[in-house]
C-alpha cells in the first residue's frame, strides 16, 4: 500500500469518527408548534429531538406572557420515544405569548440549547 492510500485511508476513518462523534439533539419540530398559535386549553408541550435524549439532565422552562416561569412538572420522554420531551403543566395555559427556553442532553452526552416562541389565541 501507497503512502498516498495509507494518508487517504486515515483521513477517511478520521472523517467517519467526526462525524458520529458529533451526533447532538438538535430540535426538529414541537408542539405547540414553534413560533404557531393554538387554541386555549394546552397543557403540554412536547419537544422533537434529532436524537435521543436523557430526561433527567434535560431542562425546560417556559416563561409566560407576564415574563414569569410557568409551573411545570419535570421533562419525561413521552410513550417510549427517547426523542420527544414532554413537559406538562399544573394548568391550561392562558392566552398570550410563549417563550420556551431549553438545554438538553442525549443520551451520549452531547448537551445543546435553544430557545423558540409560540402563542395561545384567545
Same mark, same amino acid.
Given at each position: ?8 485511508? +486515515? ?21 405547540? =408548534? +414553534? ?28 416563561? @409566560? =406572557? ?6 411545570? @412538572? ?20 392562558? =392566552? ?25 389565541? =384567545?
Amino acid at each position: 500500500m501507497s503512502f498516498r492510500t495509507a494518508a487517504a485511508f +486515515v483521513v477517511l476513518a478520521l472523517v467517519g469518527l467526526n462525524t458520529s462523534a458529533y451526533a447532538h439533539a438538535h430540535l426538529r419540530s414541537a408542539q405547540p =408548534p +414553534v413560533n404557531g398559535a393554538v387554541p386555549a386549553g394546552v397543557q403540554d408541550i412536547r419537544i422533537t429531538y434529532s436524537e435521543a435524549v436523557e430526561p433527567r439532565f434535560c431542562q425546560v422552562t417556559v416563561t @409566560g =406572557p407576564d415574563g414569569k416561569p410557568v409551573p411545570a @412538572g419535570q421533562p419525561t420522554t413521552a410513550q417510549g420515544d427517547g426523542k420527544i420531551l414532554a413537559i406538562h403543566f399544573e394548568h391550561p395555559l392562558s =392566552p398570550g405569548a410563549y417563550k420556551v427556553t431549553w438545554h438538553a442532553t442525549s443520551v451520549d452526552t452531547h448537551k445543546t440549547e435553544g430557545s423558540y416562541g409560540f402563542t395561545i389565541a =384567545p
